[in-house]
C-alpha cells in the first residue's frame, strides 16, 4: 500500500550510518543520495526516506519486513550494536498472529523500528529457490546450441 516513506532525523550521517548497519540483514541499503535525502531500499527501489530536521515530536513506528527469522534476529543484533536500544528480543508474538516473529528497537531519534517475518518458521526456511531439475537444465543448453544450416547454391 505505501510506496515509499520519509523519516526526519536530528543528524542525517549519524542516522544513515544507524540504518546502514540495520537494514542491511534485511537486504535493503542506500540506493539514493542527495545529500538531503537518502533513500533505503532493495535493488528495485527506495521505500524508506530519511530527511534532516528538527525531529518529530512524537516517535513514529516503522516496521521492516523479513524475508525469514533468522533475518529478523540478526537485525536486532546489528541494530543493538550500532546504537539502538533494545525494545523487544526476537521471538514470536503470537498474540498478533500465530507466525508473527519480530524484533524491537529504539532507534537514535527516538523511533520505535522493528523487523518482522510473517512466515511459520518451518516456511521461511523452505523460501530457497529449487534446484533446476537435470532435465529441463539439459533441455535449455540443447535450446541454446546454433542449428547448422544447408548451404545455398
Not at 44 to 55: D, I, R, V
Not at 101 to 107: L, M, R, S
Not at 138 to 146: F, G, L, Q, T, V
Request: one cysteine or more.
Amino acid at each position: 500500500m505505501i510506496d515509499h516513506f520519509t523519516l526526519t532525523v536530528r543528524d542525517l550521517q549519524r542516522s544513515k550510518a544507524f540504518y546502514r548497519a540495520a537494514l542491511a540483514p534485511l537486504g535493503f541499503d542506500v540506493r539514493m543520495d542527495f545529500g538531503e535525502y537518502v533513500g533505503f531500499g532493495d535493488r528495485q527501489k527506495p521505500y524508506f526516506w530519511l530527511k534532516e530536521g528538527s525531529a518529530p515530536t512524537q516517535p513514529m513506528h516503522i516496521a521492516f519486513q523479513a524475508r525469514n527469522r533468522a533475518a529478523v534476529d540478526a537485525f536486532h543484533a546489528a541494530a543493538l550494536a550500532a546504537g539502538a536500544r533494545d525494545d523487544g528480543a526476537p521471538g514470536l508474538r503470537a498474540d498478533y498472529h500465530p507466525n508473527y516473529y519480530g524484533a524491537f528497537v529504539v532507534e537514535l531519534d527516538g523511533h520505535p523500528i522493528e523487523a518482522v517475518c510473517h512466515a511459520p518458521a518451518s516456511a521461511a526456511s523452505a523460501r530457497r529457490p529449487a534446484k533446476k531439475a537435470p532435465r529441463r537444465a539439459a533441455r535449455k543448453a540443447r535450446a541454446r546450441k546454433p542449428v547448422k544450416r544447408a548451404k545455398r547454391r
